[in-house]
């Protein structure tokens, strides 16, 4: 009841934000939707079905490139585009590569997906005819809805049409997320999570659901990607490094994986908490590092834990 | 409906199944009988897929299904509930035993299959929002079975059904597998005691060290007091 308040309460916040002249409160809000969009496919690979990517910034900087090449380099600045565009490069993308990774599980998941991150990383990176290499690649303001807007400034643009923009896009991937997660493939992936040889004794294909839990999670990846390089003008080879997907992880544990909503409000929470730290210390790392060793410790079910602790905590 | 012939099966360099025989038709109840380590539990989980007769052939309704992976026998209806139930403890009742109606449809409606397994398991009806952790071990015993009965199954696979239970809740269970037996699968089901054997069991096999020693009905077990060891029973 208190939680479906707070969440309702949250919402009405985040809708009637862009009004209360706090142009930078909002503009800082922006990333943390697209993270929340990434994190909401990373829940669904790891909180759901239990296998834990150290290399989904992959898949965010696959969304962050699709936007600048279409927007930069060939034209296209249609956002509705960019999305579906970055969405079906994650397929492309994530399919063989997903192939590879969910032949194993637990570190051995982990250290390929990472080993995937690092390679997409190194080719960002030195690939300078193509990427741009540590220069990045610029994207340009996308046209939003076939309106190009052009009359409002940066800040206008961001933080009135864009942000609502943004804000659509995440509802509308929450929603298709909470209907994945509460139909029979999310049934399947839950059983994987819990017992992967007895779900196999059930008739559910283990490998052919981890991998279609992989190919969700990079499409919900590419999309947050893609709408994270419009605020900041740029996509650069770190959106693939690895603590990018470290920062990921921490994210979510800091939300709660167990919960449905835990990757929003972790996104959102890290945002804010990273804006305010960086501003007080430059040893903002070391202070993460402690806030994530407290998480871990005390708090394992993350901020929506200590929110809705009805459900058992996780074993 | 399922037949094995002369299966041999290795775990790492242990030879652990010898040469086994076995066969179950279907409305037939095969109860497979022998001690603890005889490998009544590595033959189940041969037919199941998990382990690869290195020697033989295994094959369901005549199609050969050794070498298959596991979900793909599931699918072709083996259901199998093992010694340690494996109950999904995060998914409800409800929800466990949904899951293979999602994962084999076709046959009989998902509604008549979740039906069945309630009608067979009518404790089941009252924890169907529970979650799996918070049954007690024959509820849990009662759930695995309903949840391989709700794949719709043409083989079922029940793997010490009887052991570690309360002896009350013993003839409940007993009850619900007769029940499941007038349903029409085959069931082939293990058990460590002659004692657990139902009464209705079509045929017997006795396991020992990984050898198939009898096969023939119940009564005919009289006549071999050199298997009373074995089996548990004063002859």
Redesign the interface.
């Known amino acids: 009841m208190i939680v479906r308040a707070l969440g309702l309460a949250a919402c009405a916040a985040l809708l009637l934000l862009p009004l209360a002249g706090l142009p930078y409160t909002t503009t800082l809000l922006l990333p943390a939707f697209g993270y929340a969009i990434a994190l909401l496919g990373l829940n669904l690979l790891f909180g759901t079905t239990g296998l834990l990517s150290f290399g989904h910034a992959l898949f965010v900087a696959l969304g962050g490139y699709t936007a600048a090449v279409l927007t930069s380099r060939l034209g296209v600045r249609s956002l509705e585009i960019v999305l579906l565009a970055a969405a079906a490069t994650a397929v492309v993308v994530a399919g063989p590569v997903g192939l590879v990774c969910v032949r194993y599980v637990k570190i051995y998941f982990g250290m390929l997906t990472l080993a995937f991150g690092m390679l997409f990383y190194s080719f960002l990176y030195k690939f300078y005819a193509l990427t741009g290499g540590d220069e990045g690649m610029r994207v340009l303001r996308p046209v939003l809805l076939g309106r190009p807007l052009e009359h409002l400034d940066t800040v206008a643009f961001l933080t009135g049409p864009f942000y609502y923009y943004a804000l659509a896009v995440l509802t509308l991937a929450a929603l298709v997320m909470r209907r994945l997660v509460a139909s029979p493939l999310g049934l399947s992936l839950r059983s994987i999570r819990e017992n992967a040889a007895k779900a196999e004794s059930l008739g559910v294909s283990v490998r052919r659901y981890r991998l279609a839990a992989f190919v969700v999670a990079a499409v919900f990846g590419a999309v947050g990607g893609a709408l994270l390089v419009v605020p900041t003008g740029l996509a650069d080879p770190l959106l693939a490094y690895w603590t990018h997907s470290g920062n990921l992880v921490f994210m979510l544990l800091l939300g709660g994986f167990d919960h449905f909503f835990g990757p929003v409000l972790g996104a959102v929470v890290f945002i804010l908490l990273q804006d305010q730290v960086m501003s007080l210390t430059s040893y903002w790392r070391f202070l993460f590092g402690a806030i994530l060793a407290v998480v871990v410790i005390f708090f394992p079910r993350g901020l929506m834990g200590l929110l809705d602790p009805r459900r058992a905590p996780a074993p | 409906m399922l037949a094995l012939r002369d299966v041999d099966v290795y775990i790492q360099a242990s030879h652990i199944l010898r040469k086994v025989s076995l066969e179950a038709a279907p409305g037939e109840l095969v109860c497979l009988v022998g001690r603890n380590g005889a490998g009544k539990t590595t033959t189940l989980r041969a037919v199941?897929g998990?382990l690869r007769p290195a020697g033989g052939t295994i094959t369901l309704a005549g199609q050969p299904i050794g070498g298959l992976?596991?979900?793909?026998i599931?699918?072709r209806g083996v259901g199998?509930a093992?010694e340690e139930s494996?109950v999904?403890?995060?998914?409800t009742v409800a929800?466990n035993i949904?899951?293979?109606t999602?994962?084999?449809p076709g046959g009989r409606p998902a509604a008549e299959r979740v039906a069945r397994a309630y009608d067979v398991f009518p404790r089941l009806r009252g924890f169907a929002t529970r979650?799996g952790?918070q049954l007690s071990g024959g509820e849990r015993k009662m759930l695995s079975i309903a949840?391989?009965l709700a794949?719709d199954p043409a083989l079922l696979l029940l793997d010490e059904p009887f052991e570690g239970l309360s002896p009350a809740i013993i003839p409940q269970l007993g009850e619900s597998i007769a029940a499941i037996a007038r349903l029409g699968p085959a069931i082939v089901l293990a058990a460590s005691n002659i004692h657990h054997v139902p009464v209705y069991a079509s045929r017997l096999y006795v396991i020992e060290r990984g050898e198939i020693v009898f096969a023939g009905l119940p009564q005919d077990l009289r006549g071999r007091p050199d298997l009373a060891r074995i089996v548990g029973q004063a002859l």
């Open positions: 199941m998990y992976p596991t979900h793909a599931a699918a199998y093992p494996a999904f403890g995060d998914l929800e949904e899951l293979p999602w994962t084999r979650g952790t949840r391989a794949l």
